[in-house]
């Protein structure tokens, strides 16, 4: 008997909280509110609570609503693309392939995940807890369960690790270095303000057009740093955002006074198949792995390996709450200083020689 391909579990957005009323609790001053004051490491019940006032603070706010719809809009895209790609293989397998192994079906109904890079330390920072919060709320609008979302950065205290697996997520408790494949589901990769690298590393390990046509990427506008780095830089040091950056569909998240710092130059990137189709195809043959050794201004901690040491931006601490070196020893002749420019996240520093 032919196998048949079932029909996806439709998706949707949650109905929308009822907003409460601004003027029920006061207001933080302007500078905590745009995370320029870091506060003291505080216990998991003391994060817990000002994570909840950041997410009510969210919700409450001119920039919540048009982000979500930002947000689901590309996701609706995505899987509406997919849906339409299901649909063509089904009719293929029911016309040609009897006796199929079913493994199309048991995609369909896969659940859209969500892995987090870089948030830094929520428990301190302003910025970081609500761009937690920010996870938190859309996780929530488009469905996603809080089971299916990984999070990781080198920088998570024993605390923050204990809050995360409070919230129902999973910490992963090894550095990936962005190299996360798709695994054939779609996946929301939520990386604000995370290192060039990382995006790339991101892109290297889904290079193929089923792959990222299963990606969305929320995190630094690949529009800007196209338009930030020389030509010959991007190409050279970050090939894979260099090669497909005029094919995927990028929007925005809004500009507000009150979260300019927390989501500046943070879009939503997701890619249509059509595009990805339209590419030549000796443009996927090529799958070099990223290793960075000529790049000076590296905003990534990767993995720290035998070889590794005095390596600019290669220390990782052991495990949650372990204390992290961001100068390392100096090479012999030479010293370090912050690599200039540098303007990303806290949790992903670098250092280089002068």
């Not at 745009?34 to 003291?40: D, I, K, N, R, T």
């Not at 006796?99 to 302003?126: D, H, I, K, M, Q």
């Amino acid at each position: 008997m032919a196998a048949v391909v079932a029909a996806p579990e439709p998706w949707g957005t949650v109905a929308p909280r009822k907003k409460r009323s601004a003027g029920r609790r006061p207001r933080r001053d302007e500078r905590r509110a745009h995370g320029l004051q870091a506060e003291p490491e505080a216990d998991s019940e003391a994060v817990l609570r000002r994570l909840r006032e950041a997410e009510e603070d969210l919700w409450n706010s001119d920039f919540c609503d048009s982000a979500l719809e930002t947000i689901t809009q590309c996701l609706r895209k995505q899987l509406e693309q997919l849906q339409d790609l299901r649909e063509a293989l089904g009719r293929l397998t029911l016309s040609s392939s009897p006796g199929g192994s079913g493994e199309s079906s048991a995609r369909s109904t896969s659940p859209v995940r969500c892995v987090c890079y870089g948030l830094g330390n929520f428990a301190s920072s302003v910025t970081a807890r609500s761009q937690l919060a920010f996870m938190l709320l859309f996780l929530e609008k488009c469905q996603i369960p809080r089971s299916h979302c990984q999070v990781y950065d080198p920088l998570f205290s024993q605390a923050e690790v204990s809050v995360l697996t409070s919230l129902g997520v999973t910490v992963l408790c090894e550095n990936e270095e962005g190299k996360r494949s798709t695994q054939g589901q779609p996946t929301i990769f939520y990386m604000p303000h995370c290192g060039t690298a990382l995006y790339n590393n991101l892109l290297w390990s889904n290079w193929s057009i089923d792959a990222l046509s299963r990606v969305v990427i929320i995190g630094n506008s690949f529009q800007c740093i196209e338009e930030r780095l020389l030509a010959r830089i991007l190409q050279k040091n970050y090939p894979y955002i260099a090669k497909i950056v005029k094919s995927l569909e990028e929007f925005p998240l809004p500009q507000t006074p009150r979260y300019m710092d927390t989501f500046n130059d943070t879009s939503v990137h997701w890619f249509p198949l059509l595009k990805l189709e339209g590419l030549p195809r000796n443009l996927w043959a090529s799958q070099e792995e990223p290793d960075y050794q000529d790049c000076e201004d590296l905003e990534i901690i990767r993995k720290q390996t035998g070889s590794s040491a005095g390596i600019a931006g290669q220390y990782l601490p052991p495990g949650p709450g372990a204390m992290l070196q961001t100068m390392p020893s100096p090479l012999p002749g030479k010293k370090y200083s912050p690599a200039a420019g540098i303007t990303s996240h806290s949790a992903l520093v670098a250092w280089s020689p002068k």
